[in-house]
T-cell receptor, first 113, second 111 residues
Framework: DTGVSQDPRHKITKRGQNVTFRCDPI?????LYWYRQTLGQGPEFLTY????????KSRLLSDRFSAERPKGSFSTLEIQRTEQGDSAMYLC???????????FGPGTRLLVL | GENVEQHPSTLSVQEGDSAVIKCTYS??????FPWYKQELGKGPQLIID?????GEKKDQRIAVTLNKTAKHFSLHITETQPEDSAVYFC??????????FGKGTRLSVIA
């Protein structure tokens, strides 16, 4: 257990529905990252926050994806109008700062039917 | 942007033998190179990392070497055990850019 938690661990949804995932980072970490991992691939960066500021969001896969970290603690990742191609593992990681080790949570596995 | 290539994609070794996984990176400004182990249904777990001011780092049965000139780094696992079986990912980081991962190596340790 790295100290990063994610909820839910699994989510099955129907195409067109919206889903929201939550990540709770290690408490003293000010950087929080979201990644997507598909089968047989390494994690693919989506976005990250320093405290409550979202510093990079150009890698979000489409405008259906959005993320927030309103108080600089937990974060949410929302996917609107889900598509079957969104099926993947969504991983969250946190670090103490720039260039510091990133610790990953257990991930949320999404299946879009 | 950074590109990380990882080889081999699969690796089978006998218990007790050594395993070596190699990665190359493209951005000469990359300065941080972590290795993660991922078991089925779990998130990646950091096992060892190295920064560009160091050529080698060791932690018990695990070691990482870095060749900045050739832009490659390797993971060495000695005296492999069945519980070492997992998917291993290398990654590279340059400044404020995102961590870029290789595609992973599935290691199987045969008892």
């Amino acid at each position: 257990d790295t100290g990063v938690s994610q909820d839910p661990r699994h989510k099955i949804t129907k195409r067109g529905q919206n889903v929201t995932f939550r990540c709770d980072p290690i408490s003293e970490h000010n950087r929080l990252y979201w990644y997507r991992q598909t089968l047989g691939q390494g994690p693919e960066f989506l976005t990250y926050f320093q405290n409550e500021a979202q510093l990079e969001k150009s890698r979000l896969l489409s405008d259906r994806f959005s993320a927030e970290r309103p108080k600089g603690s937990f974060s949410t990742l929302e996917i609107q109008r889900t598509e079957q191609g969104d099926s993947a593992m969504y991983l969250c990681a946190s670090s103490q700062g720039l260039g510091e080790t990133q610790y990953f949570g257990p991930g949320t596995r999404l299946l879009v039917l | 942007g950074e590109n990380v290539e990882q080889h081999p994609s699969t690796l089978s070794v006998q218990e007790g033998d050594s395993a070596v996984i190699k990665c190359t990176y493209s951005d000469s400004a990359s300065n941080y190179f972590p290795w993660y182990k991922q078991e089925l249904g779990k998130g990646p777990q950091l096992i060892i990392d190295i920064r560009s001011n160091v050529g080698e780092k060791k932690d018990q049965r695990i070691a990482v070497t870095l060749n900045k000139t050739a832009k490659h780094f390797s993971l060495h696992i000695t005296e492999t055990q069945p519980e070492d079986s997992a998917v291993y990912f290398c990654a590279a980081l340059s400044g404020n850019t995102p961590l870029v991962f290789g595609k992973g190596t599935r290691l199987s340790v045969i008892a």
